[in-house]
């Protein structure tokens, strides 16, 4: 689909429904991937019309049957078309995504927000920490969703984001005015540890962990996303090997981590057999998420080191 059909098609199609079904048909046809915030063609055409009705989330059944303008048709075909030609996922598109039931902005400096993670923190960590966190680092923060997510989850916590790309941090600043958390949640430039000087009582971190292979053979859409965010090294762990290293010298003596490395989890398991993570299970999805407290990080010290 090209835009030079636009004017044509935009003639034959008339109510919000027209343009979803529309838009459906020529997402399947172009067989394109679906996993930024929804599995499915139907939803992606839906988020696009939403969007550029500027309708948001509101009226979905009540609008279904209205009739749109040619100026709105063709607003909403040129979205189609980006999403199609440039395999674009629809948060870059839209300009946000939702991530633990806030929404959050999002752009092409930063990952579409999508980690389990979001479930722990709905649920206030439980059962992983024995108390309330008051200082929390998000490591690897990219727009800020984790660590924004914690500070709305433990409303007295000092939150600090961190991030080695400073247009992330750039996207997390935004992020930080929009929640209006910025008298407890700062950012901080760091590759890993190194400009971060205080300890914690929490840190959770979505760090870049995909494999050499899996990056290569991961669909267009996620090509879209910086390379940064998820490529770390042939086997996927070389941010979670340094982490692992370090992260006791960073933590108070009862703290936790909280780590995400996905499909790498078996390469994690083979390279340290006699670390005792635990690996987290979630009633929405994914994997790859363990826990480790900083005794057993410094228990098994030497083999990290
Ligand atoms: C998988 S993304 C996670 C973004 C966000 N936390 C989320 O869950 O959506 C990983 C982030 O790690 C950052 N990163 C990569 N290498 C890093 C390093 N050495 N130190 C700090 N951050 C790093 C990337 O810039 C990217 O924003």
């Excluded at 992606?44 to 209205?66: F, K, M, P, S, W």
């Excluded at 946000?96 to 722990?120: H, N, T």
């Amino acid at each position: 689909m090209t835009a030079k059909i636009i004017p044509e098609i935009v003639d034959h199609l008339h109510t919000v429904r027209d343009y979803i079904r529309f838009g459906t048909s020529r997402f399947n046809e172009a067989q394109l991937y679906f996993g930024h915030g929804s599995d499915n063609a139907w939803d992606d055409a839906l988020a696009l019309v939403l969007h550029a009705l500027h309708l948001g989330e509101q009226g979905r059944e009540q609008i279904l049957d209205a009739r749109l303008t040619p100026g709105e048709g063709r607003a909403i075909l040129a979205l189609f078309i980006r999403r199609i030609e440039g395999r674009i996922p629809v948060p870059y598109l839209t300009g946000e995504a939702w991530f633990a039931g806030l929404k959050f902005k999002v752009d092409e400096r930063v990952l579409i927000p999508r980690s389990p993670i979001a479930e722990l923190i709905e649920v206030g960590f439980s059962p992983w920490l024995a108390d309330e966190p008051a200082t929390i680092l998000d490591l690897c923060t990219g727009g800020g969703c984790i660590g924004i997510g914690c500070a709305y989850a433990f409303p007295d916590a000092q939150v600090v984001l961190s991030d080695i790309s400073a247009d992330a941090l750039v996207v997390a600043g935004e992020n930080i005015e929009q929640h209006n958390v910025s008298s407890r949640v700062k950012t901080v430039e760091s590759d890993l540890f190194a400009d971060i000087t205080e300890r914690f009582d929490l840190i959770v971190s979505n760090p870049p962990y995909v494999d050499a292979p899996d990056y290569g053979a991961m669909p267009p859409e996620y090509h879209c996303e910086p390379a940064l965010a998820l490529e770390s090294g042939a086997d996927g762990l070389d941010f979670t090997r340094r982490l692992l290293r370090e992260a006791a010298d960073h933590l108070y003596d009862n703290g936790v981590l909280v780590v995400e490395v996905g499909n790498s989890a078996v390469h994690l398991e083979r390279a340290f057999p006699d670390v005792p993570f635990t690996w987290l299970e979630f009633e929405r999805g994914g994997c790859g998420v363990f826990v480790l407290t900083r005794a057993e990080l410094l228990t098994h010290a030497a083999d990290f080191a």
